[in-house]
């Protein structure tokens, strides 16, 4: 098995902004070259972006194993003892700059009552373009451990121009986690997963380890799937590696999570809501939606680039509103709203329409599964 050598890591270190982000106290520097997966991506998968994650978000696929309902050891609380979680997740790294992340931050808090707990998300980032290219031939000794690991990242998550570009994320990856928000993992390398063995999820999750130790960064609990493309062999390669939960399947129903077969792992599902012009829901996530509405605003009659903006965030803050409020005279299954930095307008006008309503948390992935681990009768609770 070929292995890359990154040069000694311990003896190395860069300073940003007076913080040594460089230095790593891990032993080993060579990462192992990913084993084959079972089936590899189609050629030029990547190509069309749009088409490919609007394909895998709007139809997951019926062969992925969907998580089991687990017996509840006792009686699930009656639901107005429920907890209403409201968990936004955004698929984000905040690069330079930040992607208007922290913006959000503060936007979702503007009015919150004094006495209610800080409003937050969690932000899934990818770790690869917090490296450098291993084709460059241009690097000095001590930006050598901060090359790659290939096979090479996709597209959608480019190389780092400079050890500067790396700098700056870590510098806001660190802001958003000193003001409350999660970080989450996206992967590395942003690639089709379905078809992934146990050790090629292994080798994705070491190096993402290994980039974030590296950084001193924290190692995260929780995970979104690039595309949503999960299989048993992930859950089993989460569990391994110390992830507590995973967002990336469809929800079934406004049922509350599930531990993933023997593996521990729960499972956040995304859910469904109700759009104008479509006969059936459609998965919340902004790419998904996002086409979706545009084309339901030409068909409502709407023109121009302004107003059709304007009706497509109503639309997606309504339809947001409605199935929440569905959860919460209900069964209060936690309700997940998903972007990859889309709609964010809309998002923040709909936390800040119901994160003050009595029994409603708008807080992190990792304190719901907290709850939900404290709380195992809930699992599968309708």
Known sequence: MKRIALGCVIALAV?????????????????????????APPSGAHEARDASVEAAIERPSTADPQPPRASPSATPLPRDQRPQFVLVGFDVTPLSPARGTEQVLGNINAGRDPNE???????????????L?????????????YVGVLPRNEYVFPYAASMHDIEVTVENIHRLEERGAEIGAH????????????????????????????????RPVGFRAPFLETNDDLYDSLAAHGYTYDCSAAASG???PTRHGQDGVWVFGVPTVVIPGRDRPVLLYDLNLDTRLHAAAIAAGVSGDEATHAWMDRAFEDAAY?????RYQGSRAPFLVSS????????????????????????????AAEYMTAHPEMAGAD
Do not use: K, Y
């Open 254 to 256: 406004r049922r509350w």
């Open 322 to 326: 409605d199935e929440l409020m569905v």
């Open 133 to 145: 290219s291993p084709l460059r031939h241009d690097l000095a000794p001590d930006e050598l451990p």
């Open 340 to 367: 990859h930095g889309g709609f964010q307008r809309p998002i923040g006008r709909f936390m800040r329409r119901v994160c003050g309503m009595p029994d409603v948390r708008c807080t992190t992935f990792r304190e």
């Open 117 to 131: 707990p800080a409003r937050s998300f969690t932000l899934f980032i990818g770790t690869g373009g917090m490296t």
């Open 15 to 39: 300073v940003c902004g007076g913080v040594v982000i460089g230095r790593s106290t891990r032993a080993e520097t060579n990462v192992a070259s990913p084993p084959a997966s079972r089936s």
């Open 187 to 218: 992967t590395v390398r942003h690639s089709h997963g379905r078809a992934f063995s146990r050790e090629r999820w292994d080798f994705e999750l070491d190096d993402h380890a290994r980039i974030l130790d590296l950084l001193h960064l924290a």
